[in-house]
């Protein structure tokens, strides 16, 4: 009886300190989102003005419907990359789009927390350390690069592995018609919100379906595959109109094995923290985030109890996940950029999960609590001081580009690992285009919508409207700049502006091949502007 009485202590103990740590953990993670002025993050200007022009021509936006429409249509197949600009649309019916976005990301970002906690208690069965592992991860490079799709359509898969895991241990392992309904309504979330998201729990619902055949229980595996069919049905019609369509391309990675970019895309799912390019890092990148990891690291090695074995077929499935990683061949397939990417960091989640996890104690939660804390405090220095700095381009493009104008922003990149505008020794850290979409957020207060999109989701652009775009947003090498004699003349006459993002000496290798036909406006840090040498007549500046 001693004995039970101190294992329902322990059991509570772990609990109330599981509750505290993730109220301390749940209000710290809303500060890098809301307390920056001007979020860093590569595509979510992007996704506030794609989910700003889908309440308009919803007809609840701030806008009138009619206004847009010459530029902008909805395509109504079920395209597996609605859940950011669907979401953020549907808030902006009560909150202003930015306030909308930050709303959305919060969201997703606290989901995705959850919703592994969720995976790591179906299979340990007790409050763990470990159930907080993602925390971290969810502030890092799928984050900093906008991908807050893939951050909704990841928890959903999270949860459904739960579920199928929780079926999978009982005697008579034959999932009911409301488990099964249940999947199939989680399935088809994960389709809908990223089909990368939604491929990962394809992946593991594979391998639980073998094992359940190899454990003598095939209908089981049959009916738990069946689940799928709703997203598979739905995955067939977007693939047949894609294709009829005939836009969809295959970039293969050039020498796979030694590829340095296969290498990139295998390593950079694990960063938790990325150089908001141009902006030169506070800390060095690289090492805070080798530091992090090696902390992280040593405490998932201190919370697992070596002599207990792992859950074989979940520790099968990361296994499997970390196998597509390794061997997908596409460095992109038709909008997916990067596809092995997005099995990486799902792989090494799943694997930990599948581990023997020690119980919860105070000082194993303050372990992990203090470093998820400290990675969020970070993430808001560093944030608000790039903030600051953006902010000072935001008032300069305001002041400087008359509403109506034809604009062009080029983003000048050589690279993710280029060591960014240090002047320091180099450092192989990566870095993502902070301010490639800055332009959206001057172009969202304004009446004008005719800008050009990344058409990922339900949102496409008119050919009247690709034909004359208020804004074009476009990323080129450095090394374009140096070698392509034309580079202005691809864009002469076609702009009334061209904004350039970049390092000092590239804003200045551009103004050289652009001198011709544009001559400078305003210049300043990491970004100038310059305009066509006969422009129409200017009009009253944007506010």
């Given at each position: 009886?001693?004995?039970?009485?101190?294992?329902?202590?322990?059991?509570?103990?772990?609990?109330?300190?599981?509750?505290?740590?993730?109220?301390?953990?749940?209000?710290?993670?809303?500060?890098?989102?809301?307390?920056?002025?001007?979020?860093?993050?590569?595509?979510?200007?992007?996704?506030?003005?794609?989910?700003?022009?889908?309440?308009?021509?919803?007809?609840?936006?701030?806008?009138?419907?009619?206004?847009?429409?010459?530029?902008?249509?909805?395509?109504?197949?079920?395209?597996?990359?609605?859940?950011?600009?669907?979401?953020?649309?549907?808030?902006?019916?009560?909150?202003?789009?930015?306030?909308?976005?930050?709303?959305?990301?919060?969201?997703?970002?606290?989901?995705?927390?959850?919703?592994?906690?969720?995976?790591?208690?179906?299979?340990?069965?007790?409050?763990?350390?470990?159930?907080?592992?993602?925390?971290?991860?969810?502030?890092?490079?799928?984050?900093?690069?906008?991908?807050?799709?893939?951050?909704?359509?990841?928890?959903?898969?999270?949860?459904?592995?739960?579920?199928?895991?929780?079926?999978?241990?009982?005697?008579?392992?034959?999932?009911?018609?409301?488990?099964?309904?249940?999947?199939?309504?989680?399935?088809?979330?994960?389709?809908?919100?990223?089909?990368?998201?939604?491929?990962?729990?394809?992946?593991?619902?594979?391998?639980?379906?073998?094992?359940?055949?190899?454990?003598?229980?095939?209908?089981?595996?049959?009916?738990?595959?069946?689940?799928?069919?709703?997203?598979?049905?739905?995955?067939?019609?977007?693939?047949?109109?894609?294709?009829?369509?005939?836009?969809?391309?295959?970039?293969?990675?050039?020498?796979?094995?030694?590829?340095?970019?296969?290498?990139?895309?295998?390593?950079?799912?694990?960063?938790?923290?990325?150089?908001?390019?141009?902006?030169?890092?506070?800390?060095?990148?690289?090492?805070?985030?080798?530091?992090?990891?090696?902390?992280?690291?040593?405490?998932?090695?201190?919370?697992?109890?070596?002599?207990?074995?792992?859950?074989?077929?979940?520790?099968?499935?990361?296994?499997?996940?970390?196998?597509?990683?390794?061997?997908?061949?596409?460095?992109?397939?038709?909008?997916?950029?990067?596809?092995?990417?997005?099995?990486?960091?799902?792989?090494?989640?799943?694997?930990?999960?599948?581990?023997?996890?020690?119980?919860?104690?105070?000082?194993?939660?303050?372990?992990?609590?203090?470093?998820?804390?400290?990675?969020?405090?970070?993430?808001?220095?560093?944030?608000?001081?790039?903030?600051?700095?953006?902010?000072?381009?935001?008032?300069?493009?305001?002041?400087?580009?008359?509403?109506?104008?034809?604009?062009?922003?080029?983003?000048?990149?050589?690279?993710?690992?280029?060591?960014?505008?240090s002047t320091t020794a180099y450092e192989p850290s990566i870095g993502a285009a902070a301010l490639r979409w800055l332009d959206l957020r001057w172009l969202?207060?304004?009446?004008?919508?005719?800008?050009?999109?990344?058409?990922?989701?339900?949102?496409?652009?008119?050919?009247?409207?690709?034909?004359?775009?208020?804004?074009?947003?476009?990323?080129?090498?450095?090394?374009?700049?140096?070698?392509?004699?034309?580079?202005?003349?691809?864009?002469?006459?076609?702009?009334?502006?061209?904004?350039?993002?970049?390092?000092?000496?590239?804003?200045?290798?551009?103004?050289?091949?652009?001198?011709?036909?544009?001559?400078?406006?305003?210049?300043?840090?990491?970004?100038?502007?310059?305009?066509?040498?006969?422009?129409?007549?200017?009009?009253?500046?944007?506010?």
């Amino acid at each position: 009886m001693q004995v039970r009485r101190n294992g329902g202590d322990a059991a509570a103990g772990g609990g109330r300190a599981s509750l505290a740590i993730w109220a301390a953990v749940s209000l710290a993670a809303l500060a890098p989102i809301f307390l920056i002025w001007i979020p860093p993050w590569y595509d979510y200007h992007n996704w506030v003005f794609q989910g700003r022009i889908l309440a308009d021509l919803a007809g609840h936006g701030p806008d009138a419907a009619s206004a847009i429409r010459g530029s902008y249509s909805l395509a109504w197949w079920p395209v597996p990359n609605l859940a950011t600009p669907l979401g953020i649309a549907l808030l902006t019916a009560f909150v202003p789009s930015d306030v909308a976005g930050r709303i959305f990301l919060a969201i997703s970002v606290l989901g995705f927390a959850y919703g592994y906690a969720y995976l790591v208690r179906s299979v340990q069965r007790r409050p763990t350390a470990l159930e907080f592992l993602a925390v971290p991860f969810a502030f890092g490079y799928f984050f900093y690069k906008g991908y807050t799709s893939y951050l909704v359509a990841l928890p959903l898969a999270f949860v459904a592995i739960g579920q199928v895991h929780r079926i999978s241990l009982r005697e008579r392992p034959d999932p009911t018609r409301g488990e099964i309904a249940l999947l199939a309504a989680l399935g088809a979330g994960q389709y809908l919100s990223h089909l990368l998201g939604w491929g990962v729990f394809m992946v593991v619902l594979a391998v639980y379906g073998l094992d359940l055949v190899a454990r003598g229980h095939r209908w089981s595996a049959i009916r738990l595959w069946c689940s799928a069919v709703p997203a598979v049905a739905m995955l067939a019609v977007y693939a047949a109109v894609r294709q009829h369509e005939h836009n969809t391309s295959v970039i293969l990675y050039a020498h796979m094995g030694l590829s340095n970019d296969k290498v990139i895309s295998l390593a950079e799912p694990l960063m938790l923290f990325l150089r908001a390019d141009p902006f030169p890092a506070l800390v060095p990148v690289f090492w805070t985030n080798l530091v992090v990891l090696l902390a992280l690291g040593g405490i998932v090695a201190a919370n697992v109890d070596w002599r207990r074995s792992p859950s074989r077929p979940l520790l099968a499935s990361g296994m499997a996940l970390a196998f597509c990683a390794l061997v997908i061949p596409f460095a992109a397939f038709s909008d997916l950029s990067r596809p092995d990417e997005r099995f990486v960091l799902p792989a090494a989640l799943i694997v930990v999960a599948a581990l023997g996890i020690r119980s919860l104690t105070v000082v194993r939660g303050a372990g992990i609590a203090v470093v998820i804390l400290l990675v969020i405090a970070l993430h808001v220095v560093e944030d608000r001081r790039v903030s600051n700095a953006t902010a000072q381009i935001e008032q300069a493009t305001a002041a400087t580009l008359p509403a109506g104008s034809r604009v062009l922003a080029l983003t000048i990149s050589d690279g993710p690992t280029h060591g960014g505008c240090s002047t320091t020794a180099y450092e192989p850290s990566i870095g993502a285009a902070a301010l490639r979409w800055l332009d959206l957020r001057w172009l969202v207060g304004t009446p004008i919508r005719n800008a050009t999109l990344l058409e990922t989701s339900m949102l496409h652009q008119r050919s009247s409207a690709l034909a004359a775009p208020g804004l074009t947003t476009d990323v080129v090498p450095r090394s374009a700049i140096r070698s392509e004699t034309g580079l202005a003349a691809r864009y002469a006459r076609s702009y009334d502006y061209v904004e350039v993002f970049g390092c000092p000496e590239a804003l200045t290798e551009v103004r050289t091949a652009f001198a011709g036909a544009y001559g400078l406006v305003t210049l300043g840090n990491y970004y100038e502007i310059l305009r066509d040498r006969t422009p129409p007549a200017a009009t009253a500046p944007v506010s």
